[in-house]
């Protein structure tokens, strides 16, 4: 071959990794089919496995990297068949873990086109079309929520990283001195944070990562109803600023993660413009609801916000990865995150220069996340977003409620789409000074078999001091049967789990 042609084999390459146009479409083909096949015998599956971490380390085996290759059909039939019997899924119709919004199909399709077309979505002219889909569906989710539809924005890894470009922002904004050359040495005084205790982790890490530091963070106290106290953050200004401190942001939940609280975000506005402060909302989870035509007017403050971090992977049914920050003024991403390097050549007629993303946020080389959330938003419209949020939250209320009337079950909490509830034997006394620590132990390996036995998937909430079963229906597979059969799995391990592990000392005639 190398002799042969005179060309050392580059005249006609055979690169290991090429594939025949037949070959990728009964490759793709057979792929296609397998996907709608999970899909469609997905309510018969387990939700998860039940695995522990040396069981899927010994079927994988620990074979070194192949010298040589192998028959694509192989390996993709085999990849499929490793995934499929060792995922924990979201589209399960009683996937209700954590925050996880089931995929839309034609999300899964769009994200197959995305990779195929593989553009790169750093300057306009490295995906024209790109670039304009990704502002446009910035602009509907804009529209979505309530919000100028004349603001910056785009889409990054998750919530995480969208909440870390309106903190940074904020703070390239609010800061008096150069902080992008000086950093926090050119500081006058410490700049200060607020934020209610229930806040994400996305904070610590990113006061961390923003050079501020988590000393940076005051955490305000909340009400009966786990949002933010208001007074207390008054009290909490009042003292930094008489000593001194520069207090630049102040952060408002719209759905905490924990029990989807939404914090009182129009008081919270109106705080933060009396002290000149960026004011920030986690919408990670919640923000969605404001489509509703009876949206809540605490959420509905987001409208006021200066940025807001969404989360299309959670309650926009989007695939993982697809995170989204909105900010007011279209300005202010290029001031915090723009460079202009020698190397990126721009040639645009004079008044149409267009956005180019590696200068919005804090990414260079960018996915096109936006597609899978433009295609949903089109599939469904806003009305059908509307539809498909207004029953998550419906079954989740109609799950509270089958809570509350069962007799070894006691409701916690019920807001946007998160219940939470915890199982009570009926014969266990409620006043002995063993029965609290006794009803987290046994809910605590409850929520472990329950996970583990693969019908339904709940997470936890820690509510004071209490340990409670929690479910959070960002699934538009679930239905009202599903609550019934989630009930009453809960019903049965509970009896099983208290039957094993009552210390004698609670139980009747003890
Ligand atoms: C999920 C979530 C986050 C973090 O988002 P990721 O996409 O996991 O990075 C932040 N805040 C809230 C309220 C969330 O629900």
Redesign the pocket.
Known sequence: MTAADGTGGLAHRLAPLKMSPDEFRDHGHRMVDRIAALFEGMPERRVAPDTKPAEIRGILGRGDLPRVGADPSHILEEATALLFEWSRFNSHPRYWGY?GGCPAPISVLSDLLATAIDQNVVMWNSGPMAAEIEAQTVRWLAELIGYPSDCGGLFV?????A?FVGLHAARRTLARWDVRKEGMAGAPAPLRIYASEET?T?LQKTADMAGLGTDAIRWIEIDGERRLKTSDLEARLADDLKRGDLPFLVIG?A???STGAIDPLPRIAEIGRQHGMWFHV?G???APAAVLADAPPDLLGLREADSI?L?P??WLYSPF?A?CVLVRDRQALVEAFGFRPSYYHMDYPPGEEPIHYYEQGPQNTRAFRALKVWTALRQAGRDGYRQMIEDDIRLSQELYRQADTEPELEAGTQSLSIATFRYVPKDLDPAHPEAEAYLNTLNAALLSRLQRGGEAYMSNAVIDGRYLLRACIVNFHAQLGDIRVTIDVVLRIGAAVDAELRPPALRPGA
Do not use: P, R
Request: charged letters at 15%.
């Open positions: 925050i890894s998750g919530g995480t990283m909440n994400h996305w939940s759905g905490t993660v986690d990670a989870y919640g971090a989360d992977h959670k990865e995170g």
